[in-house]
């Protein structure tokens, strides 16, 4: 049993499986950031200075009695609240994610078809297996020897 899982664990589809995830999440982490600190400012900016990161509602207040003005104090508080702000940002991510991912499958699949080669053409002649000499495909009877092929 343990000869066999080595031989999957060493298989290479496991091994490109274990490095794409590797990668997806490296680039989850960045593309986490891009949200969070590139293209959420500007809008929270256009939208009159709102941080998407700290948009909640307050379901219960916490020890401290609120309004709290970032979801860090409100959870110091103990609160209970409702995080539709980093629902949000991740909301974005998840967006940007799956278009990246459609991209790059769009490209490889691109790739595969132009690899396929392209479907062989339907034969129109055939060899005679009497004198060898080439007749068309249709041909019941050879036009060199006369030998009947049917």
């Known amino acids: 049993m343990l000869k066999e899982f080595k031989e999957f664990a060493v298989k290479g589809n496991v091994i490109d499986m274990a490095v794409g995830i590797i990668i ?4 989850g982490t960045i593309v986490k950031s891009i949200v969070a600190d590139v293209i959420m400012p500007p809008i929270g900016l256009l939208l009159g200075n709102v941080d998407f990161a700290n948009l909640h509602i307050v379901l ?10 970032t979801l860090a104090d409100a959870a110091a508080a ?13 909301i974005v991510s998840f ?11 769009k490209q490889i699949n691109a790739l595969k078809r ?10 129109t002649t055939k060899e005679c297996p009497y004198c060898f000499s080439v007749i068309p495909i249709k041909a019941t009877k050879c036009g060199n020897c006369t030998s009947d092929l049917s």
């Open 60 to 69: 219960k207040e916490g020890a401290a009695a609120g309004p709290y003005a």
């Open 114 to 123: 132009k690899e396929e080669p392209a479907p062989a053409p339907e034969p």
């Open 24 to 27: 997806g999440a490296a680039f």
């Open 95 to 105: 967006i940007i994610v799956a278009f990246c991912v459609f991209l790059l499958v």
């Open 78 to 90: 103990g609160a209970v609240t409702i995080n539709y702000g980093t629902f949000i940002n991740t």
